[in-house]
């Protein structure tokens, strides 16, 4: 009888223990697509306070303060993106030997549930030891802006073998291909887990990412992939960081042409002024993955990359955040990129981000001023919708042959704004043969007559030439443009 009170003694102890936060946590099961995107709590309860360290998706959060109790507690978390701080609040409770974590959304409380894991799992790795910065040699590619279609804008999460397959097909018979779209290119969520040796595999959505690559060849494009340089990607997934040779020769093995290389993950590794250094790794990688891969450089145009964009190797750089399907976002953007002119040439271009052309949330009229301005820009033209699924007025602006070959002009010189008059934005852009294209954009809710000198000009969009007595003054229609091409 007696030795009931130790036995007893032990079982409150252990039940104790139970409740006790201290330690690492972790929550997420492997989706549909057979990738786990894993979320630890790594907690120390110590005093009635909470410390230690959140890492979910992209971003790798120090507690910063907490109040309650196991039962019932919260946490404040922050981390530092560049000189930008990031904060955000989860709530939880301990039931039994699990964790609850509950996140309030629009009025909606969701609960995910950790387990416990062991002590390191999920730690952030240590940093890659950061080269001393030199010139990677050119790689020849992308003389005139990269064109052709990515899958992040209209499918995000969605894309997978069946999709890109199905986007190289309409590529063709919509007539895209012959027009200039070459990429077909897949942003993130193909990722898979890394093998025993570390190479980086694919998920279920895309069971051979080498037959997959075939296909897109054999329709006379080309194919292009998406990773980070920092742990995780911006959707959680496997980032490249302490991989980066080893991945650029796995895509150069499977027949990769392109690839965007996106900041994400890496935020919580290196500062903003160490971008240079860690995106010249895998330009220097991808110089020896045995393959041309065009490099599309993705950290939303921070550190000015424009002034090193090319010395890393970079064929293209993103100047800005997202873009979304929206009027405001679509025109905040675009009509920002006047100084950063300077920095386009053939081999090198600004990427004011992807197009939303028959994204639907635009009208037609704001969608020329979309493909009429990104034009001048000398922009990428990397379209953002399903191409198995377009209009003829959508056809009709993605494939105006007239505008796309101010694009893709030779001479490769970004246009600038001339004038700005209110709503009325002038744009131009000088030409390899000598003339210029000319963009009268109007940003105000009425049409506006505008009157421009000048006596001969083509109007890309009407397809017809013009001729008018010294000066020209066409209606242009609200959130509309008239582009023209210009003798000069
Ligand atoms: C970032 C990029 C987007 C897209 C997503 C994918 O937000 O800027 O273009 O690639 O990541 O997660």
């Known amino acids: 009888m007696k030795l009931i009170y130790p036995v007893l003694f032990l079982t409150l102890v252990s039940v104790a223990a139970a409740a006790d936060l201290t330690g690492n946590w972790v929550a997420g099961n492997p989706g549909s697509d057979g990738f786990a995107r894993k979320q630890y709590f790594d907690l120390k309860l110590e005093g009635g306070k909470i410390t230690g360290h959140v890492r979910t998706g992209q971003f790798y959060y120090t507690v910063a303060s907490s109040t309650g109790t196991p039962e019932a507690f919260t946490l404040d978390v922050e981390m530092m993106d560049g000189s930008q701080k990031r904060t955000a ?8 030997d699990s964790l609850h974590i509950i996140t309030r959304r629009n009025g909606n409380a969701s609960e995910i549930t950790a387990r416990r894991a062991p002590a390191g799992e999920g730690a952030m790795p240590p940093r890659i030891q950061l080269p001393t910065l030199h010139k990677v040699p050119e790689n020849g590619l992308a003389k005139t802006p990269p064109m052709g279609w990515n899958s992040w804008n209209k499918f995000a999460g969605r894309v997978d073998d069946a999709a890109v397959r199905g986007m190289a097909d309409a590529m063709v018979s919509s007539g895209m291909r012959d027009a200039g779209y070459i990429y077909i290119n897949i942003d993130d969520t193909w990722e898979g887990e890394r093998d025993a040796q570390g190479n980086i595999t694919s998920n279920k959505k895309f069971p051979d990412m080498k037959a997959l690559a075939d296909y897109v060849h054999s329709k006379g494009l080309k194919i292009g992939i998406y990773s980070s340089p920092g742990p995780n990607t911006c959707a959680g997934y496997e980032g490249s960081h302490g991989h980066e040779l080893q991945d650029a020769k796995t895509w150069a093995a499977w027949g990769i042409d392109y690839l965007k290389y996106d900041w994400c993950g890496a935020r919580n590794l290196y500062t903003d002024a160490e971008m240079q250094a860690v995106y010249q790794v895998m330009g220097d990688a991808l110089a020896q993955a045995g393959r041309p891969i065009v490099y599309s450089l993705c950290q939303y145009g921070r550190q000015d990359v424009w002034k090193w964009g090319p010395e890393v190797g970079g064929n293209l750089w993103r100047t800005t955040g997202d873009i979304r399907d929206a009027w405001d976002s679509m025109t905040k953007i675009g009509f920002e990129q006047n100084d950063l002119a300077p920095y386009a040439k053939p081999g090198h271009w600004n990427d004011p981000d992807m197009l939303e052309i028959g994204n639907g949330k635009m009208s037609a009229e704001e969608y020329r001023t979309h493909m009429s301005l990104w034009s001048i820009l000398a922009a990428p033209l990397l379209a ?18 007239e505008v796309i070959a101010v694009d893709q002009d030779a001479a490769g ?18 030409l390899a043969d000598g003339t210029k294209a000319l963009g009268i954009f109007n940003r105000g809710a009425v049409a506006q007559k505008v009157p421009v000198k000048l006596s001969q000009a083509r109007d890309l969009w009407a397809h017809k030439d013009v001729t008018a007595p010294g000066t020209y003054a066409p209606e242009v229609p609200s959130h509309g443009v008239v582009l023209l091409k210009v003798k000069k």
Do not use: A, C, P
């Open 89 to 96: 609040k989860f709530e939880g409770k301990l039931v039994g």
């Open 384 to 401: 953002g919708n399903d191409l198995r699924d377009m209009t003829q007025e959508i056809k009709d602006i993605l494939m105006n042959r």
């Open 413 to 430: 010189k970004q246009g600038r704004r001339i004038s700005k008059e209110n709503d009325i934005e002038i744009w131009s852009r000088d």
